[in-house]
């Protein structure tokens, strides 16, 4: 299997300046593309209720991933608290909307990826990194020193800032972002986000840049390359053939695709119609049908 990334830069000692450059976007922040100036070293939280006080909700072996990433072992998950955006129907809402977790500093975090390298996990798959990403690093840098080697999951909303991203090149070996709408409006209605598909395409493609097409091992467990999910919502509110066919189009037929069908009304989104009932089948077979004929050879859907 090849070295992750992040190993090779460490032992050219990129991997510390790398976290330093991202500290220092830590205050006015700019790590996320709200770019909302929090002075986040002061104290005072950013738009994404986040100051520099790292928080996470939980650390554990998770089996529900793709079969690249959860293989037989698990992947080796971290649930970072609070979000960027502000999804009514979000599944996670007391970690990414309530602020559910608990206080930990860069040397906890170096402990908890290497403690679950050792329970087994094929990797560690960093779920909402985006505004802890400095955070993140400078804990990579340790768990590096302690014996990490397994790969880096970024596992994201898609609203990131390309020139983070550009921080992340060369340390992140499987990015794994959604693109959860295909235009800007149902975003603003539904995330309260403004500008997310015309962000989250550009970022996705600096991902695929960075990372390119899915590589696994023999065992068929991913080591590097970009995966896309896209969550189909009632009514089409997700927009799924606009978003199917910016991937095509974009990143080709040959990508890794993950049209998922899991939607349920969740948070805020038992009050807010149509999106208060569960996705039907039919529709979820409309947009699988739509999947299937754009030519998509590499990916997951769902029966
Ligand atoms: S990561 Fe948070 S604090 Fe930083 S720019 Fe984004 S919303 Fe603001």
Redesign the pocket.
Known sequence: MPEPGYLTLHRRGELIERAEKLERLLSP????P???G?E?TSGHP???R?TNQLKVSSTNLHFGEEPPISGQRGSGTIFLTNC?LRCLFCQNYPISQMGNGVEMGAQELADEMVALQKKGAHNINLVTP??WTAHIVRALSIAADRGLTVPLVWNTSGYERVETLRLLEGIVDIYLPDLKYGDDANALSLSGCENYFSTATVAISEMFRQVGLLEVDSEGIGVKGLIVRHMVLPQNLSGTPGVLSWIRENLGSEVSVALMNQYFPAWKAASSPPLDKPLSSEEYALQRETFFSLGFNNGWVQE
């Open positions: 922040c700019r790590l996320c709200w770019e909302c929090a986040r950013g738009r994404c986040s960027t985006t505004h």
